[in-house]
């Protein structure tokens, strides 16, 4: 199952590794690029030597395209946007904030920009920015969210631009995949279906509250109205609603997050952060990124034959 994602990128499968902050590192965005799908070095707040050293690693473990993750929230942005043209990284995913002062240097360095939007708003202007394509991301995802759902924010964003629109949040199998090509969308991002591969950094135990997910376990924190992110409920996610209820500042309720990220990540799932999102529940089992990239095209396929014999 080829899309134009895949003649637009150079990959062989329609599938992009979200980025994950302080986990998606090079080793393992070369890992995805292996298996036929796109993966992705998280930037995060990273100083550019440390990101030109992950896209170093990278190449030297994939001779596959790969992508690196911009956040505009980091103050050295433009300067990691630097590191990506040195370098001559085909691809980048770009998040969190206003990219107008990135996009065109990029554009016109010959990279490849994805520009992930929360609306269909957005989309039009990353558009007239120059964006190679949309990725649009519902709030099922995990990490930082905005306020729409992926479906309806997929097909009104496929409606508003004339660039090809890739689909994140709340996917994480063939059977999500399908639904998104139905809706208009050329393929699709997963972060939390990556997050259980056998290779990917973090904590087996981190992995595991994924795998042992329920249907209702996700939560959101952050201020309502502010930005907000989705974790898996643990005693973190209990504490910091009991701060905000007590009336904390959102000093206070910033400080009480610092350094969730990190505990989660090497295996204190009781007081860190866990994002993961909402489509974790049908994720059963921890598997080789290769076994998963290879599971989902073969359960879209199957869903797809399978709609043929009865719909005709």
């Not at 995060?44 to 990101?51: Q, S």
């Not at 992926?150 to 399908?178: F, K, S, W």
């Not at 505990?263 to 993961?276: F, T």
């Amino acid at each position: 199952m080829r899309t134009e994602l895949c003649d637009l990128l150079g990959i062989e499968y329609p599938i992009i590794q979200g980025a994950m902050a302080h986990i998606t590192d090079g080793k393992f965005a070369a890992t995805v690029s292996n298996t036929g799908a796109l993966g992705v070095i998280q930037s995060g707040f990273d100083y550019p030597d440390v990101v030109r050293e992950q896209i170093r690693i990278a190449k030297a473990n994939t001779d596959k395209p790969f992508a690196v993750n911009l956040i505009m929230e980091s103050e050295v942005v433009e300067e990691i946007a630097q590191v990506v043209i040195d370098e001559k990284v085909p691809i980048v995913t770009i998040s969190a904030g206003n990219p107008a002062k990135i996009v065109p240097p990029l554009v016109e360095a010959g990279v490849k920009v994805l520009c992930l939007v929360p609306h269909a708003r957005a989309a039009k202007k990353m558009q007239d920015l120059g964006a190679t394509a949309i990725i649009a991301e519902g709030m099922e995802s995990g990490g930082h969210i905005g306020s729409m759902t992926t479906l309806p924010m997929v097909r009104q964003i496929v409606e508003a631009v004339d660039i090809p629109v890739i689909a994140a949040g709340g996917i994480a199998d063939g059977n999500g995949l399908l639904s998104m090509l139905a809706l208009g969308a050329v393929g699709v991002q997963m972060g939390t279906a990556f997050l259980v591969a056998n290779e990917c950094p973090v904590a087996q135990e981190y992995k595991d509250l994924v795998v042992e997910a329920k249907d209702d376990a996700t939560i959101l924190t952050g201020e309502p109205g502010g930005k907000q992110v989705r974790c898996i409920k643990n005693r973190f996610t209990r504490g910091y609603w009991r701060l905000y209820n007590s009336g904390a500042s959102s000093a206070a309720l910033d400080a009480f997050c610092t350094g969730s990220i990190g505990r989660a990540k090497n295996g204190d799932v009781v007081n860190g952060a866990a994002s993961a999102g909402m489509i974790s529940a049908i994720i059963k089992e921890c598997k080789p990124a290769q076994q998963i990239v290879d599971d989902i095209m073969a359960e879209a396929d199957a869903a797809y034959a399978k709609m043929k014999e009865i719909y005709g």
